[in-house]
């Protein structure tokens, strides 16, 4: 059937697909722009001379990831997760746009080559490439690799551009903070990123554009936010994220079913969410008005701008406390010591390495007494991850390539040949076997006997400073072993019989462990802790879901562990002996002169 159309039919079609487009949100006229939006003209089209200025800074710094015709499948692509931006679709995250539409070159695109993207491989390029440099590459990038759009195309492309600049943020009260814990549940925000916000919501199930596995950001963990921009406090980073979405992943815009106020409020209980230097609980995502109050009051963490992350301080803190040591995590003697933030990465040193870590920090604070020392742990972990099949290894076995535990061979990438990329790295996330969630410390066992500076090698040591290794798992084992090196079989030691798991909790993407330990055993199997003094400490995490065990999991630098000494009882006997001595002599004194008043005055 052969249809025949006319130039008024035609007319008449373009005008219908119009107005459904209009209907639909895919092109507003001005007085439809979503509020909070302004209309702005599309961009000049660069110079031929950026654009081959901006060629060869590509091709020596972009390309080893971005790939040669920007599709996201450079030689280090297979090795990355999140995968490098494929540039073909023009599809950008961080944006000022509106949903779908192209994001600015000269603000967003700019600052996100300046300053990288927390929580993924891509770096700060300011101080390695100069401005010019930085826009001369934007030049090549956005008129040669983008093959699908064009930011000068007058027919298709739209800039409705958040006006961030001309808006105040909402003031972060307690009201506001507990509306924004609100509206993340009406609008539905906690299916992905779980009802305390740490991304445990929909953790598995969610991919972006290109078909690869992505998961909801951790709300407590600001710092990793795509768009922080070296400022992860910024609450604006947050409006605009719910505010324009981000293209190419599940995260839509919020800017067509929420007022700029209900945003602002939402930004607001994000931001305060995010850790403090004081921990609040937000116990099933409920806010009372007591929790809003503490949250409004929350002190940020300080930022190193080298990492882009909380600054480490490097001295673990260990109380003295008289009696039984805690049984809970909500004890209030544990606010008697700070808790300190430990930096984690993925053990890249030796096979099977951890490319793509998932616990990149954990939490520690630690309290003793006369006879032993506990440690409490809180680390995020978007699932329980419980090892159901049994293994081929002991425990003790650190070798496990024997057993087909392997890392993946550099093989480059698949991308054009395999669209489901079963190469790379980023395509196998989630369909890793599953291993135990587990958590480990190691102490030099004779580190009083390390000549200074010298400590044994933090990865499980070496034969001449051996380290006991006190483990947990989330099948409920605990073991202490003696490490002698990160290729050699652990000892057993039977100090294990010792350490007691006194509580192990995986609650809405966040796991609570405390371990108790007594501060001496046997000298020349386990280490013989003393206190005021510096001892040193590494630590190790291992996510099961994601495939972490043996070698493959998460290793922090050396940390130190000092036990304060408890404060002497005459440290308050002497004091007060001196007061009432002071005052016993100034009343002495007080009644001579009065004395001495009363004897001139009768004279």
């Given at each position: 059937?052969?249809?025949?159309?006319?130039?008024?039919?035609?007319w008449?079609?373009?005008?219908?697909?119009?107005m459904?487009?209009?209907?639909?949100?895919?092109?507003?006229?001005?007085?439809?722009?979503?509020?909070?939006?302004?209309?702005?003209?599309?961009?000049?089209?660069?110079?031929?001379?950026?654009?081959?200025?901006?060629?060869?800074?590509?091709?020596?710094?972009?390309?080893?990831?971005?790939?040669?015709?920007?599709?996201?499948?450079?030689?280090?692509?297979?090795?990355?997760?999140?995968?490098?931006?494929?540039?073909?679709?023009?599809?950008?995250?961080?944006?000022?746009?509106?949903?779908?539409?192209?994001?600015?070159?000269?603000?967003?695109?700019?600052?996100?080559?300046t300053?990288?993207?927390?929580?993924?491989?891509?770096?700060?390029?300011?101080?390695?490439?100069?401005?010019?440099?930085?826009?001369?590459?934007?030049?090549?990038?956005?008129?040669?690799?983008?093959?699908?759009?064009?930011?000068?195309?007058?027919?298709?492309?739209?800039?409705?551009?958040?006006?961030?600049?001309?808006?105040?943020?909402?003031?972060?009260?307690?009201?506001?903070?507990?509306?924004?814990?609100?509206?993340?549940?009406?609008?539905?925000?906690?299916?992905?990123?779980?009802?305390?916000?740490?991304?445990?919501?929909?953790?598995?199930?969610?991919?972006?554009?290109?078909?690869?596995?992505?998961?909801?950001?951790?709300?407590?963990?600001?710092?990793?936010?795509?768009?922080?921009?070296?400022?992860?406090?910024?609450?604006?980073?947050?409006?605009?994220t719910?505010?324009?979405g981000?293209?190419?992943?599940?995260?839509?815009?919020?800017?067509?079913n929420?007022?700029?106020?209900?945003?602002?409020?939402?930004?607001?209980?994000?931001?305060?969410?995010?850790?403090?230097?004081?921990?609040?609980?937000?116990?099933?995502?409920?806010?009372?008005?007591?929790?809003?109050?503490?949250?409004?009051?929350?002190?940020?963490?300080?930022?190193?701008?080298?990492?882009?992350?909380p600054?480490?301080n490097?001295?673990?803190p260990?109380?003295?406390?008289?009696?039984?040591?805690?049984?809970?995590?909500d004890?209030?003697?544990?606010?008697?010591?700070?808790?300190?933030?430990?930096?984690?990465?993925?053990?890249?040193?030796?096979?099977?390495?951890?490319?793509?870590?998932r616990?990149?920090?954990?939490?520690?604070?630690?309290?003793?007494?006369?006879?032993?020392?506990?440690?409490?742990?809180?680390?995020?972990?978007?699932?329980?991850?419980?090892?159901?099949?049994e293994?081929?290894?002991?425990?003790?076995?650190?070798?496990?390539?024997?057993?087909?535990?392997?890392?993946?061979?550099?093989?480059?990438?698949?991308f054009?040949?395999?669209?489901?990329?079963?190469?790379?790295?980023?395509?196998?996330?989630?369909?890793?076997?599953?291993?135990?969630?587990?958590?480990?410390?190691?102490?030099?066992?004779?580190?009083?006997?390390?000549?200074?500076?010298?400590?044994?090698?933090?990865?499980?040591?070496?034969?001449?400073?051996?380290?006991?290794?006190?483990?947990w798992?989330?099948?409920?084992?605990?073991?202490?072993?003696?490490?002698?090196?990160?290729?050699?079989?652990?000892?057993?030691?039977?100090?294990?019989?010792?350490?007691?798991?006194?509580?192990?909790?995986?609650?809405?993407?966040?796991w609570?462990?405390?371990?108790?330990?007594?501060?001496?055993?046997?000298?020349?199997?386990?280490?013989?802790?003393?206190?005021?003094?510096y001892?040193?400490?590494?630590?190790?995490?291992?996510?099961?879901?994601?495939?972490?065990?043996?070698?493959?999991?998460?290793?922090s630098?050396?940390?130190?562990?000092?036990?304060?000494?408890?404060?002497?009882?005459?440290?308050?006997?002497?004091?007060?002996?001196?007061?009432?001595?002071v005052?016993?002599?100034?009343?002495?004194?007080?009644?001579?002169?009065?004395?001495?008043?009363?004897?001139?005055?009768?004279?």
């Amino acid at each position: 059937m052969r249809i025949v159309t006319t130039t008024a039919t035609r007319w008449g079609m373009l005008v219908c697909i119009s107005m459904l487009l209009g209907m639909a949100g895919g092109s507003w006229a001005q007085d439809d722009l979503p509020e909070g939006f302004v209309k702005q003209g599309l961009p000049s089209a660069p110079g031929a001379e950026s654009i081959e200025a901006g060629k060869r800074v590509y091709f020596t710094k972009c390309v080893w990831c971005h790939g040669v015709e920007g599709a996201g499948d450079g030689p280090g692509a297979v090795r990355l997760w999140p995968r490098p931006r494929n540039f073909n679709a023009g599809t950008f995250k961080i944006r000022h746009t509106a949903s779908g539409q192209l994001p600015l070159i000269d603000t967003d695109l700019f600052q996100t080559v300046t300053h990288g993207l927390p929580g993924s491989a891509m770096p700060p390029w300011e101080g390695i490439l100069t401005d010019q440099q930085r826009r001369d590459v934007l030049a090549f990038v956005t008129t040669r690799l983008v093959e699908d759009r064009s930011w000068q195309d007058e027919e298709f492309e739209e800039f409705f551009v958040l006006d961030l600049e001309s808006m105040s943020p909402k003031e972060a009260t307690p009201e506001s903070i507990q509306r924004g814990s609100e509206l993340v549940v009406e609008k539905k925000c906690i299916e992905c990123h779980g009802l305390e916000g740490r991304g445990d919501g929909n953790a598995f199930n969610l991919k972006d554009d290109w078909g690869f596995p992505i998961q909801p950001a951790d709300w407590h963990k600001c710092w990793n936010f795509r768009g922080s921009r070296q400022d992860p406090y910024n609450v604006k980073n947050i409006f605009r994220t719910f505010s324009t979405g981000l293209n190419g992943t599940p995260m839509p815009s919020f800017a067509d079913n929420t007022s700029v106020d209900e945003r602002w409020d939402i930004a607001n209980y994000v931001n305060a969410l995010c850790e403090r230097v004081t921990d609040i609980a937000v116990v099933g995502g409920q806010v009372s008005e007591n929790t809003a109050q503490q949250l409004a009051k929350g002190v940020a963490l300080p930022i190193d701008p080298l990492t882009d992350k909380p600054k480490s301080n490097f001295v673990i803190p260990s109380k003295f406390v008289e009696g039984d040591l805690p049984t809970e995590a909500d004890d209030e003697r544990w606010g008697l010591v700070q808790r300190r933030w430990i930096a984690m990465g993925g053990q890249i040193t030796h096979k099977p390495r951890n490319f793509v870590n998932r616990i990149d920090d954990v939490w520690v604070r630690s309290l003793y007494n006369e006879t032993h020392i506990e440690f409490l742990f809180r680390w995020d972990d978007r699932t329980r991850s419980i090892q159901e099949e049994e293994v081929d290894w002991d425990p003790t076995e650190v070798n496990l390539e024997d057993y087909g535990v392997q890392e993946q061979s550099p093989q480059g990438t698949m991308f054009a040949e395999d669209p489901f990329h079963e190469e790379s790295i980023a395509a196998k996330q989630n369909q890793y076997a599953v291993y135990n969630d587990g958590i480990a410390f190691q102490f030099p066992i004779k580190w009083q006997e390390l000549p200074a500076p010298r400590k044994p090698r933090y990865f499980w040591g070496d034969e001449t400073f051996p380290v006991d290794i006190t483990k947990w798992m989330a099948d409920g084992t605990v073991a202490v072993y003696e490490g002698t090196g990160w290729d050699e079989d652990f000892s057993e030691v039977d100090f294990a019989d010792e350490v007691e798991v006194v509580k192990a909790e995986w609650s809405h993407g966040q796991w609570t462990v405390i371990l108790k330990r007594p501060l001496k055993g046997d000298y020349d199997e386990v280490a013989y802790l003393e206190g005021g003094k510096y001892i040193p400490m590494v630590f190790f995490a291992w996510d099961g879901h994601n495939g972490d065990v043996g070698r493959k999991m998460a290793v922090s630098a050396f940390y130190y562990l000092v036990m304060e000494p408890p404060t002497p009882v005459t440290t308050y006997i002497y004091p007060a002996f001196i007061m009432v001595g002071v005052i016993i002599v100034e009343g002495w004194v007080l009644g001579r002169r009065a004395n001495k008043r009363k004897a001139s005055s009768r004279s």
